[in-house]
């Protein structure tokens, strides 16, 4: 079974300011990691996903984050916020690379406020 | 491509009745999963269809259901609506070559 604890319901930065969410995972298996942006009243976008390649893993809008198998850890990073980074962030793990049959199971989510 | 549809976007029920939310997914993507997003419970795995059959199923009553046509449209059903089946249902459909997910706008079930 897996689960994925998210740490900071709301995360509040100053727009040019380092983002850092967390996520943490338990999985009995390799597991599979993404992270999703959800906007106001959209679906899920995904922003990266690591599958056992890289540990560094780059995404779209310029974030980042790093696999670290030692803290069970998988932090989404961005160098500096800009105002469209508000939304809510979602990491997940799957124990198939594509949460297929089993599904993705979501952390609860960080809702990203940038402070002019 | 065209994204993943899914229609309707906004629904009112009232307890007692039943549901049937539709998916299209990407053009060639033969998997589809759908998933209940509520404030309580965040986003929760309900089931996912891969050519036609339903592979596995999340923690949730029979009153939930799908099914998946040869085109691969999907439609999941509600029977007996309650109070807190109100949520925003999202339907995703994953590309096999590069094992991505890519979701819908979803359709947001309000039971009165």
């Known amino acids: 079974a897996q689960s994925v604890t998210q740490l900071g319901s709301h995360v509040s930065v100053s727009e040019g300011a380092l983002v850092l969410l967390r996520c943490n995972y338990s999985s009995s298996v390799p597991p599979y990691l993404f992270w999703y942006v959800q906007y106001p009243n959209q679906g899920l976008q995904l922003l990266l996903k690591?599958?056992?390649?890289?540990?560094l893993v780059k995404g779209i809008n310029g974030f980042e984050a790093e696999f670290k198998k030692s803290e069970t850890s998988f932090h989404l990073t961005k160098p500096s916020a800009h105002m469209s980074d508000a939304a809510e962030y979602f990491c997940a793990v799957s124990a198939l690379s594509g949460g297929g049959a089993d599904g993705l199971t979501f952390g609860k989510g960080t809702h990203l406020i940038i402070q002019p | 491509k065209a994204g993943v549809t899914q229609t309707p976007r906004y629904l009112i029920k009232t307890r007692g009745q039943q549901v049937t939310l539709s998916c299209s997914p990407i053009?060639?993507?033969?998997?589809v999963s759908w998933y209940q997003q509520t404030p309580g419970q965040g986003l929760q795995f309900l089931f996912e269809?891969?050519?036609?059959?339903?592979?596995n199923k999340g923690n949730f009553p029979g009153r939930f259901s799908g099914r998946q046509f040869s085109n691969s449209r999907s439609e999941m059903n509600v029977s007996t609506l309650e109070l807190g089946d109100s949520a925003l249902y999202l339907c995703?459909?994953?590309?096999?070559?590069?094992?991505?997910?890519?979701f819908g706008p979803g359709t947001r079930l309000t039971v009165l």
């Open positions: 690591y599958t056992s390649a890289a540990t």
């Open positions: 995703a459909s994953r590309e096999v070559s590069t094992d991505t997910q890519y």
């Open positions: 269809y891969f050519s036609e059959t339903q592979r």
């Open positions: 053009s060639g993507h033969r998997s």
